[in-house]
């Protein structure tokens, strides 16, 4: 009993912390390996993808289904999600950077303002907050890993092995706190793009699901290094 307690407590403590920026830069030198990864993934491209998606939200043990447009700007970080109701009312249009998430409109009810908070925290942690880079180490493994750490804090990057896309990140401060996947990657402007984005928050237990049709937009930009 005691030792459940003391499991318990410790999840508690991890949940309220925050992860520290691990975003470059890297303490580990850059290899081919890490280097054609990190190279190869859409999220490092410097162009812009947009695309309509469906969604399902699970939170506070209610079930939400919503859709809308959802873009990400891979050279400048940012993304703009614009989430409709299943009868096409506008229920928040966000954006998004990795540090902070502005409210371009939203509906006034306070369960549409937690609702919005959670899936900006999801996109976020999927698509924006930390991005494989050439600098983090290196695992070979059922995947390739590419791993960022500092003391007891991993953020992890899976790709398969034989593509090369991205399957997955995860969050580690001495156990799992919150994990993406990607699926059905299909060719969009050069790259494999993932058309089916999961999250789970460990913590809160929510999970958000998309399914996404990704196509990418024709802005002069480069790619990014990291």
């Not at 859709?67 to 229920?91: E, F, H, P």
């Not at 994990?179 to 999250?199: K, M, N, S, W």
Request: hydrophobic share 40%.
């Amino acid at each position: 009993m005691k030792y459940a307690l003391l499991l318990t407590a410790l999840l508690v403590l991890l949940c309220g912390c925050t992860a520290p920026s691990l975003d470059p830069p890297g303490v580990a030198a850059a290899t081919p390996r890490s280097e054609a990864l990190a190279g190869s993934f859409w999220g490092n491209s410097g162009h812009l993808f947009q695309g309509r998606y469906s969604a399902v939200l699970e939170w506070d043990g209610q079930l939400v289904t919503f859709q809308g447009v959802l873009m990400i700007d891979t050279r400048q970080r940012q993304a703009r999600l614009v989430a409709l109701s299943d009868l096409g009312a506008r229920l928040f249009d966000i954006s998004l950077t990795p540090e902070q998430t502005s409210v371009h409109t939203s509906l006034p009810h306070f369960g549409i303002s937690r609702m919005r908070e959670r899936v900006a925290s999801a996109v976020r942690r999927m698509l924006l907050g930390y991005l494989p880079g050439v600098h983090d180490g290196v695992t070979l493994d059922a995947q390739t890993l590419l791993s960022r750490c500092s003391h007891d804090v991993c953020l992890r990057s899976g790709f398969d092995p034989d593509t090369g896309v991205l399957l997955g990140k995860e969050y580690r401060a001495r156990q799992p706190l919150w994990r993406a996947t990607f699926a059905d990657y299909r060719q969009t402007g050069g790259y494999q793009v993932p058309g089916r984005l999961e999250y789970a928050d460990i913590c809160r237990r929510d999970r958000l699901t998309m399914e996404w049709n990704p196509q990418r937009k024709m802005v002069n930009h480069e790619p990014i290094t990291h």
